[in-house]
């Protein structure tokens, strides 16, 4: 492995050099997502395989390259899981990969979200150097926030080489139960469940209907049935639904037009706009489809709701990526971006066009 870091080395200089950009890049996956690829492939799958895994600790420890599907066997046989449930969007999806796009899937509401779950990482800046962050336990703290940072950055920081996650034990029992409400109603029963000691871990509103699952002990998932009510599905229909949720294999998310993203703050009321919308995360993430294909006046509009609501708004599938993927910077956050990517990648060669 070592020699293959020092080809990663070799790349990451020469183009530093040369000022030419490199495209990071594990399975591929998630080529669609953000703005758009430019520059000289550097695949990171070569480098891969599961560094250290200790159960007891509730940590796993690997490099970029390690496929999702791999991870996530070693830590079933242990009846362990990452809480967060990452996306893989398909079959090449990879550790590295996950971390830099940092989404979350259904259970994000009531576990986390994947920054939550970095503990420690290892980067390969601009000038080709090795920095380590953070550690391989919940209690070392230093750097912490660095390798966090690393969650969400696309690869426009610099090459993540390793990344130590935490881990948690699979709920002893899982149940999903759907009742049929309006959008008004749905969103007001999740609020209220919310403040209660229900072991809810994830939810789904969509026409019509409001599917919950139940995460936990035996009986705290049996009472909550009880007290809850609804139709309860079979647990391998359960199953399949939150599956399609995590990798919109859904209906919902088939088909053509553009699809936002709306995060917003749970109790927000209903976000009326046009096209047709599901709710996740307890009200906290709406997904937005429109048939059309987003254009500069619709993007306003949409953002321009959102906003109003104390949220944002992402172009996270088709449309007109010119409107701008993400959701702008004020000026403040987007001077802190650039001076850390100033920082980490002086010559501006990662990813260069990915964000914004």
Request: charged share 15%; aromatic share 8%; hydrophobic share 45%.
């Amino acid at each position: 492995m070592q020699a293959i870091a020092e080809q990663f080395k070799q790349q990451i200089l020469a183009a530093s050099a040369a000022g030419t950009p490199v495209r990071l890049r594990g399975g591929g996956t998630k080529d669609w997502y953000g703005q758009q690829l430019a520059g000289e492939l550097l695949d990171t799958r070569a480098y891969a395989g599961i560094i250290d895994y200790e159960p007891t600790e509730l940590v796993i420890t690997a490099r970029c390259g390690t496929p999702l599907s791999d991870i996530e066997a070693a830590l079933a046989a242990r009846n362990q899981m990452l809480a967060f449930e990452p996306p893989h969007f398909g079959a090449g999806a990879t550790v590295g990969g996950a971390v830099a796009c940092a989404l979350s899937g259904p259970r994000r509401a009531s576990a986390g979200a994947l920054r939550d779950f970095v503990l420690g990482a290892v980067l390969m800046d601009g000038h080709g150097e090795r920095l380590a962050f953070g550690g391989q336990v919940m209690k070392n703290v230093a750097g912490y926030d660095v390798s966090r940072l690393l969650a969400g950055s696309l690869g426009t920081l610099g090459l993540i080489l390793e990344v130590s996650l935490k881990v948690l034990p699979l709920p002893l029992r899982e149940a999903s139960f759907r009742v049929e409400c309006t959008e008004i109603a749905a969103l007001r029963l999740l609020n209220e469940w919310a403040g209660q000691p229900l072991p809810l871990s994830a939810s789904c509103w969509h026409d019509g209907v409001l599917t919950v699952r139940l995460s936990g002990a035996e009986a705290a998932v049996s009472a909550a049935l009880q007290s809850l009510g609804g139709k309860v599905l079979a647990p391998d229909d359960a199953a399949a639904f939150w599956l399609s949720l995590r990798e919109q294999t859904h209906d919902f998310f088939t088909g053509s037009g553009s699809l936002w993203r709306l995060s917003v703050p749970p109790h927000a009321s209903a976000v009326i706009l046009k096209g047709r919308q599901l709710i996740e995360w307890g009200g906290a993430q709406r997904w937005l489809k429109v048939d059309a294909g987003a254009d500069v006046a619709s993007a306003l509009r949409i953002r321009q709701a959102v906003a109003a609501l104390g949220g944002h708004a992402t172009l996270f599938r088709g449309g007109d990526k010119a409107v701008g993927v993400f959701h702008p910077l004020a000026p403040a956050v987007g001077t802190i971006h650039q001076r850390l990517r100033q920082a980490f990648d002086p010559a501006g060669i990662f990813n260069p066009h990915r964000m914004y």
